[in-house]
Antibody, heavy 121, light 106 residues
Framework: ELQLVESGGGLVQPGGSLRLSCPASGFIFSDYWMHWVRQAPGKGLEWLSRITYDGSRTTYAVSVRGRLTISRDNAKNTLYLQMNSLRAEDTAVYYC??????????????WGRGTLVTVSS | SYELTQPPSVSVSPGQTARITCSADALPKQYAYWYQQKPGQAPVLVIYRDSGRPSGIPERFSGSRSGTTVTLTISGVQAEDEADYYCQSADSSGIWVFGGGTKLTV
């Protein structure tokens, strides 16, 4: 079964750090580019970051550049998101998502269920 | 960076046609995609490459483009179509973006 399962969310104080994980199963993880997307409570989807299939290149939304770091371990079939200097506005459900294969297919064809990050004192 | 603009809400009666637009000053040359999201669930792709329909998505869902505006059309809306809908695209530098989302009320 195709699956992405985020973990690592929780309550963290402002200024703190958190590392999210997203193990993948049911497909060849190393064949796919991967992303992180978040959704603040009652708000819309916000794209955060993308990483190539081999981890050699990363791209970030301007709003999070410098505070979030995406990475992957293909040997462990796992995607990560390191979040530093967290702020209240980072409170959201964080999703990992798989980018569809094929040239020009710039969409997500598999999503995890999300993990909630709450930044509060 | 650019923004994709959607109406915050659209309301239709069952059986009617719902149209949700997504526009930008300069919608990227890349295609636009549409997702449906129901409360507590992850988004589901309903339209790809402006007008393609993934397998398993009902025929009442369709997409179109006119210039810098793409439109998601749901014909013969059913109660189960009530959800939030998001358009999404990407630019050539690899920056992806979502529209602000449209709440469809049936």
């Amino acid at each position: 079964e195709l699956q992405l399962v985020e973990s690592g969310g929780g309550l963290v104080q402002p200024g703190g750090s958190l590392r999210l994980s997203c193990p993948a199963s049911g497909f060849i993880f190393s064949d796919y580019w991967m992303h992180w997307v978040r959704q603040a409570p009652g708000k819309g989807l916000e794209w955060l970051s993308r990483i190539t299939y081999d981890g050699s290149r990363t791209t970030y939304a301007v709003s999070v550049r410098g505070r979030l770091t995406i990475s992957r371990d293909n040997a462990k079939n796992t995607l990560y998101l390191q979040m530093n200097s967290l702020r209240a506005e980072d409170t959201a459900v964080y999703y990992c998502a798989r980018e569809a294969s094929g040239k020009g297919n710039w969409y997500f064809d598999l999503w995890g269920r999300g993990t909630l990050v709450t930044v509060s004192s | 960076s650019y923004e994709l603009t959607q109406p915050p809400s659209v309301s239709v009666s069952p059986g009617q046609t719902a149209r949700i637009t997504c526009s930008a000053d300069a919608l990227p040359k890349q295609y636009a995609y549409w997702y449906q999201q129901k409360p507590g669930q992850a988004p589901v792709l309903v339209i790809y490459r402006d007008s393609g329909r993934p397998s398993g998505i009902p025929e009442r869902f369709s997409g179109s483009r006119s210039g810098t505006t793409v439109t998601l059309t749901i014909s013969g809306v059913q109660a189960e179509d009530e959800a939030d809908y998001y358009c999404q695209s990407a630019d050539s530098s690899g920056i992806w973006v979502f529209g602000g989302g449209t709440k469809l009320t049936v």
